[in-house]
């Protein structure tokens, strides 16, 4: 499912004089691509965040609302809401780093693996959420993308991708900390764990192990 064909911005004029140019297009998938993409993903998050400061966190009432009609919403806008800059903050770092991670792997992995995450992880956080509640935050988004980097090493087997997937614990393994129950009615472990079971979904359904059914049915490149 990779893809290192580079992107091409749209729209792009050539030269005048009508000779090729020389310019390199830019690739989201390489090093300093991946993480251009994610420094602008980032920003727009803190312009909401700053807009949403503002106006007294009144944004936040878009969030996700476990098990209410009008909660539903707040599938797609929570991984871009946040309750307070130190919140945003938090995140951000993990936001980077395990994104400009999955980036590497091609925009239009990325760009599934996201959507999937935000729209399963979401859906399932919002049947098991506590009520009178409303959840805001990327953390699950987060750990949709650690999950889905980590299953991909598992279910692949391959060098490079168990590689990538032990730096990232080693960089990040302590958020898995932030997987288990807890009693603090700030932090939502619920979205956490539905993210993070998501992301080996989609490792799942991307990856199968050699010799499976699923491989020989349908091999996944």
């Excluded at 809401?81 to 994104?99: C, K």
């Excluded at 959420?129 to 750990?143: E, K």
């Excluded at 087997?157 to 932030?178: D, N």
Aim: charged fraction near 10%; glycine fraction near 10%; include cysteine.
């Amino acid at each position: 499912m990779t893809s290192r064909q580079p992107f091409k911005l749209p729209f792009r004029r050539g030269p005048k004089d009508g000779r090729a140019s020389s310019e390199p297009p830019f690739d989201p998938t390489s090093w300093s691509g991946a993480l251009i993409v994610m420094l602008v993903f980032a920003a727009v998050i803190w312009a909401i965040q700053i807009a949403n400061a503002h106006h007294d966190y009144a944004y936040n009432r878009f969030g996700l609302k476990p098990r209410e009609l009008d909660g539903l919403w707040g599938i797609g806008t929570q991984p871009f809401l946040h309750e307070s800059y130190g919140h945003l903050l938090s995140n951000t770092v993990a936001l980077l780093g395990i994104g400009w991670v999955l980036m590497l792997s091609g925009l239009r992995v990325w760009l599934f693996v996201t959507a999937t995450v935000i729209v399963l992880g979401g859906f399932a956080t919002w049947l098991v959420a506590p009520s009178n509640t409303v959840i805001v935050g990327a953390s699950g988004l987060v750990f949709g993308w650690l999950g889905y980097l980590l299953a991909r090493a598992y279910f692949t087997r391959r060098l490079k991708w168990i590689f990538t997937a032990v730096v990232l614990l080693v960089f990040f393994g302590t958020l898995l900390g932030s997987l288990l129950p807890t009693v603090n009615a700030r932090v939502s472990w619920q979205s956490h764990v539905c993210g993070f079971l998501a992301g080996i979904f989609i490792g799942w359904l991307l990856h199968p192990r050699k010799g499976s059914a699923r491989t020989r049915r349908a091999p996944v490149g």
